[in-house]
């Protein structure tokens, strides 16, 4: 059957002329071979087509850390076997199985000027002012993304692994294009409700890529010229034809979706006595006494498109090592103390809790976008000694117990002294002279 509505990447580790952290072999699904030609600046030069996959081969795909971008159109229903994988990771499409969306106020009038479903956005912000944005370009607030007739999604809210990277305007809307009428009673979708572009990261950290609209990888759209309508309250008034930046958009999102970027990596994690406790300089050593400082470090680098640099949260993060049994005793920040070629020396010192059993030393790092950190390095922590402890008179709150007990033993011997030493004279004798008188 020929159709243009999915196009699947199933990446087996990297996209094409990538160096990207897992290798670099690609497998490409395409519905139809015809198309092919009118994506070769996305594609480069791929070899090979797959078969056609089923819901469950696509999830254990990702079980086995696989990553997938998946690009659909509003020409055909999305086939069943791809709703049922969307809706195992929490993203949902109409009952129709397709959508599209519109935007009366932000289109290109160029392409698009009767239709309205060629949507112009502006480059996504961050998702939060802790999270990094791999996809915002060089922050030139002039960047324009052409979203042309492309299909939007809704996101679940039970999923903590799901992240919108693109969202509609809120005065756009998808509804079903077979629907003739001219006004749309019951959209599927409207505002910021629609995703257009949406990722998910397993905990595995294998990765998935929702591209609402297959067009935006095509050659056209890489470097068309777009021109803005007058848009809500004449904001668009006197816009001039720009150029889209759907190829670096493209580059970006194809990056983070193989492994190229936003992966972490641990180098190195060390944990010893610090100066002041240490005898000798053992490096992770299992067992520490209560009340030990102790300081802990690790090594981070970050996956760069091509090589791995030194990784730095962003300013209004921060990297924390916990201090746990059961429950974390410490939660404490890891300062960069020093750089490598490609990792940063993250330290943090400290003092063991009063407390002896099993601890652990656990850095414990997940935010959207950057592969899961989980370091965890596990110590026993013993009481003191018998020849550890402070002595009674170092302790200055026994002092007056000291005191006591002494006084009490002088006290003693000098009343034995007075008891032994001032006997009554004279009164044996008495005593004795008396029998005899009888």
Known sequence: MRCLFSFLLLVLVSVVRAASTKGNRLLVVLEDISEWDGYSKFWGDLEGLGPALTAQNLL????????????????????????????????????????????????????????????????????????????????????????????????????????????????????????????????????????????????????????????????????????????????????????????????????????????????????????????????????????????????????????????LPPPTDELQLEVTMLSPFHRLPLKPTGKTANSTIFTASFTLPDQHGIFAFRVNYKRPFFTNIDEKRTVTVRHFAHDEWLRSWAISGGWVWIAGVWGTVVGWVLFVGLWMYNAPRGGASRVGSGKKAQ
């Open 60 to 311: 254990k795909f990702l079980n086995e850390e696989g990553n997938i971008l998946l690009a659909l159109s509003p020409k055909a229903p999305t086939p069943t076997a791809l709703i049922s994988l969307l809706l195992e990771l929490d993203i949902h499409l109409p009952p129709e199985r397709t959508n599209l969306v519109v935007d009366h106020f932000n289109y290109d009038v160029l392409s698009a000027s009767e239709k309205h479903d060629v949507v112009l956005l502006p480059r996504p912000n961050a998702l939060r002012e802790d999270v990094r944005n791999f996809f915002g370009g060089g922050g030139k607030g002039e960047e324009v993304i052409a979203f042309p007739r492309g299909v939007g999604h809704t996101l679940g809210n039970a999923s903590p692994l799901l992240s919108p990277v693109l969202r509609a305007p809120r005065t756009a809307y998808a509804y079903n294009p077979k629907d003739e009428a001219e006004v749309v009673e019951e959209p599927f979708a409207v505002g910021q409700q629609l995703s257009l572009v949406s990722t998910l990261q397993a905990r595995n950290n294998a990765r998935f890529t929702v591209l609402g609209a297959v067009e935006m990888l095509s050659n056209d759209w890489f470097d068309a010229s777009v021109k803005r309508s007058l848009g809500e309250g004449g904001a668009g008034k006197g816009a001039k034809a720009v150029k889209t930046v759907n190829r670096a958009f493209a580059k970006e999102i194809s990056a983070w979706t193989f492994s190229e970027t936003g992966v972490l990596r641990v180098s190195r994690v060390e944990h010893y006595l610090s100066a002041s406790d240490a005898t000798s300089r053992e490096v992770d050593p299992k067992i520490y006494r209560v009340k030990n400082d102790v300081t802990y470090s690790i090594e981070l680098s970050e996956h760069q498109l091509t090589h791995y640099a030194p990784f």
